[in-house]
């Protein structure tokens, strides 16, 4: 049996949207994108959503727009688009270890790597489970720090029933591994109406208009730029299928729940698994599902054996951000990443996908399962 790491819930609605667009011809930035911010600004709860081709781009203008150019904190076991994005934004990463049980950023080292230097924290949120809010948004406001919640992972999920993201300057992705997807693509979230109109201006080369909006003007041919901006759009045909999928997401992420609960139960008491924690008051949407081995089992052994089983299983994230070479360098080993270090030799990343069958979360148990007994 072939289980892959991810597929992709689309079906006949998407396709039909995506065709409709390309026959309207309108393929670039257009209607299709103002339908889609409008309903994943009203899903999380914020004012303002703001559509880009990626998430790394979301979180570069939430460095930039914020005029954020000193030290950022963020944590280091995360994918390398956080702490590039801070790169180009202008500014400099500071990387703090993480909490074991959640993955997540640890409040009490983000507190401990404060300096004169820092502007903002960058949590997070891991595989589809929010980061403790309460703390992180308590230390951010002792010091006066802008927060950055890279919620790439966690399209959903909720801290005490507030949408992860929606603290403060919220960046989400739609890659088609997440818990929806518009193949490539993006958006970035907030309650501050000045903020959004930086990211549409810079988003668009810096003109403060775009083609669709200008296409009823007079003048519509007039495109001035007030910024040095990027290209940092989604099109119309990516955002048509971001509004299908919209329609579907809560289900989507139910069903990642259960076959959550399927893998818990099923390997509760699998000694050299340590299955993942959710605290109390949080929502899980399981982007991933990660579980951490343990007692000297060689990992890349493990995820070499279950593919070769036909199990698309991987690790999520190894290696952490500051031992690749961009990052290795003593100034951004300034702070202990011993539990950064632990969790990334031992994660193993198993399959998650809504449409995942019963006879694929057995047989992706079954294969963990011997090739752990094998191994130890």
Known sequence: MEVPLCDPDIRDAEV??????????????????????????????????????????ALHLAVEANDITGEVILPSFTWVASANAIVTGGAEPVFVDIDRETRNIDPEAVEEAITDETEAIMVVHYGGLACDMDRIMAIADEHDLHVIEDSAETIGGTYDGQVAGTFATGCYSFYPTKNITTAEGGVLTTDDEELAE???????????????????????????????????RMSNVHAALGVEQMERLDEMNEARREHA??????????????????????????????????DGI?????????????????????PPVHEQPRYEGAEYQRHDLSTTEQVARDIVTLPMYPTMTAEEREYVVDTLVETVDDLR
């Open 16 to 57: 039909d949207a995506v065709e409709e667009v390309l026959r309207s011809g309108w393929l670039a930035h257009g209607p299709k994108n103002d339908e889609f911010e409008e309903a994943f600004a009203e899903y999380v709860g914020a004012e303002h959503a703001v559509s880009l081709n990626s998430c790394t781009s």
């Open 198 to 232: 930086e990211v549409r201006t810079l988003l668009g080369h810096g003109v403060p208009s775009t083609t669709f909006d200008r296409e009823d003007a007079d003048k519509s041919w007039f495109r001035a730029a007030t910024k040095a901006g990027y290209n940092f």
């Open 261 to 294: 609960a399927y893998f818990d139960e099923a390997l509760a008491d699998v000694d050299g698994i340590e299955t993942p924690t959710v605290p109390d008051g949080r929502e899980h949407v399981y982007q991933m599902y990660t579980v951490l081995t343990g």
């Open 298 to 318: 060689d990992r890349g052994e493990l995820l070499d054996r279950m593919n070769d089983a036909g199990v698309g299983a991987s690790a999520h994230f190894y």
